[in-house]
């Protein structure tokens, strides 16, 4: 168990519908990091967030967004939903200092009908 | 740009036996960070080790061994007396300033342990 949580653990949507994913990081760790594991493009990276603020942005799509709470959870938002935004969602967290290691939560299954 | 490749889309050995998992890497950066993590059938990512760039002493932990070499860009494991338990999809993972800490993946090897 890496301490990293996320929920929901499975999510059975339609298309064009908008879905919330959540993941809370381990104590003390202050960056949250949100990838995409897909069959097509592999694990890609969505979006950091450290302390409240983004970080970096890897190949996140326009109808996708992040953010991070004052409480260091964070959530990914995913809207006007097409078939091959299903995949799977794992966050990770590291203490954001520079480089160090980023443990990964169970990730959330996403189908898109 | 960033490039993690590992060559090796499926393996199978049967148990007890060694096997090596391979990973090249690409970056401009003289300070990074390499990583190997495990996706088992249950599909969490498990973190196994990481090794960054000035350090090319070779790791053992338990079965489990990494060889690191910078001169062929190269961040091997090897897994001795496999067991069943290991059968997983092993993804190498490469960090550096340069990519803006973001982790880039290899498309990972999927290793088959054959009781």
């Known amino acids: 168990d890496s301490g990293v949580t996320q929920t929901p653990k499975h999510l059975i949507t339609a298309t064009g519908q908008r879905v919330t994913l959540r993941c809370s990081p381990r104590?003390?760790?202050?960056?949250v990091y949100w990838y995409q594991q897909s069959l097509d493009q592999g694990l890609q990276f969505l979006i950091q967030y450290y302390n409240g603020e983004e970080r970096a942005k890897g190949n996140i799509l326009e109808r996708f967004s992040a953010q991070q709470f004052p409480d260091l959870h964070s959530e990914l938002n995913l809207s006007s939903l097409e078939l091959g935004d299903s995949a799977l969602y794992f966050c990770?967290?590291?203490?954001?200092?520079?480089?160090?290691?980023?443990?990964f939560g169970p990730g959330t299954r996403l189908l898109v009908l | 740009a960033q490039k993690v490749t590992q060559a090796q889309t499926e393996i199978s050995v049967v148990e007890k036996e060694d096997v090596t998992l391979d990973c090249v890497y690409e970056t401009r950066d003289t300070t990074y960070y390499l990583f190997w993590y495990k996706q088992p059938p249950s599909g969490e990512l498990v973190f196994l080790i990481r090794r960054n760039s000035f350090d090319e002493q070779n790791e053992i932990s338990g079965r489990y061994s990494w060889n690191f070499q910078k001169s062929t860009s190269s961040f091997n494991f090897t897994i001795t007396a496999s067991q069943v338990v290991d059968s997983a999809v092993y993804f190498c993972a490469l960090e550096s300033n340069f990519g803006n800490e973001k982790l880039t993946f290899g498309t990972g090897t999927r290793l088959t342990i054959i009781p």
């Open positions: 990770a967290t590291s203490s954001g200092r520079y480089q160090e290691t980023q443990y």
């Open positions: 104590s003390g760790d202050l960056s």
